[in-house]
């Protein structure tokens, strides 16, 4: 049983930057893929980034493409999202979430997941 903790979460301005991190435990991160999935008030959770276990394949959400960038340290069984000129839009809690197979037309799909964190907050004021 893969247990996942998020952290980094916070507070910060619009156009500001943020480095969230997922770390995990009761198992090895190098066999599983992971995505960063955020949910705000009211709306349904979402796709934001996803990296295959050997980070030879990323994706991006459109409307985080070039401001966020997910890495992962194998080694370190931890997963990073660097999100970088943060919007007002981008405010939710954002969870990680692993996945032993990896399907690449279906690595959007927060169902396929296996495991996920209990999220941290990230909200950007204007």
């Known amino acids: 049983q893969v247990q996942l903790v998020e952290s980094g979460g916070g507070l910060v301005q619009a156009g500001g930057s943020l480095r969230l991190s997922c770390a995990a435990s009761?198992?090895?991160?190098?066999?599983?893929?992971m995505g960063w999935f955020r949910q705000a008030p009211g709306k349904e959770r979402e796709f934001v980034a996803a990296?295959?276990?050997?980070?030879?394949?990323?994706y991006y959400a459109d409307s985080v493409k070039g401001r966020f960038t997910i890495s992962r340290d194998n080694g370190k069984n931890t997963v990073a999202l660097q999100m970088n000129s943060l919007k007002p839009e981008d405010t939710a809690v954002y969870y990680c979430?692993?996945?032993?197979?990896?399907?690449?037309?279906?690595?959007?799909?927060?169902?396929?997941?296996?495991?996920w964190g209990q999220g941290t907050q990230v909200t950007v004021s204007s």
């Open positions: 979430a692993a996945v032993r197979l990896f399907l690449p037309l279906r690595i959007r799909t927060p169902e396929e997941y296996e495991y």
């Open positions: 009761g198992g090895t991160l190098s066999t599983y893929a």
């Open positions: 990296i295959s276990w050997s980070a030879g394949s990323i």
